[in-house]
Nanobody, 125 residues
Framework: QVQLVESGGGLVQAGGSLRLSCAASGSTFSGRAFGWYRQAPGKERELVARINRVGTTNYADGVKGRFTISRDNAKNAVYLQMNSLKPEDTAVYYC???????????????????WGQGTQVTVSS
């Protein structure tokens, strides 16, 4: 029902910036919440940022003030602007879509959450 494809990862020096993009397929984009998660080697996958269908955002404490999540409903796209990058930001970053979506004031359940394949972000010191 929903396919997610991330892009924009790469190698950057500490203090630099990257912008990640997530392209989503399907007709339910505007009714869903989306987010970014990351996973470093040996660590659990953790929430980085989330944005709901009306634009309300949440951030992990460690990225607040440095990262910005946004969405463009006309393009079915979610973005993560990452500034002032630190070596501890190094991880595989995954796009996520909520299982629930709203259409015409009715809530629907897709049954599963959706994940992209991930994009590598490496921050060198």
């Amino acid at each position: 029902q929903v396919q997610l494809v991330e892009s924009g990862g790469g190698l950057v020096q500490a203090g630099g910036s990257l912008r990640l993009s997530c392209a989503a397929s399907g007709s339910t984009f505007s009714g869903r919440a989306f987010g970014w998660y990351r996973q470093a080697p040996g660590k659990e996958r953790e929430l980085v940022a989330r944005i709901n269908r009306v634009g309300t955002t949440n951030y992990a404490d460690g990225v607040k003030g440095r990262f910005t999540i946004s969405r463009d409903n006309a393009k079915n796209a979610v973005y993560l602007q990452m500034n002032s990058l630190k070596p501890e930001d190094t991880a595989v970053y995954y796009c996520w879509a909520d299982r629930y979506y709203e259409s015409r004031s009715v809530l629907y359940d897709s049954g599963i959450e959706y994940w992209g394949q991930g994009t590598q972000v490496t921050v060198s010191s």
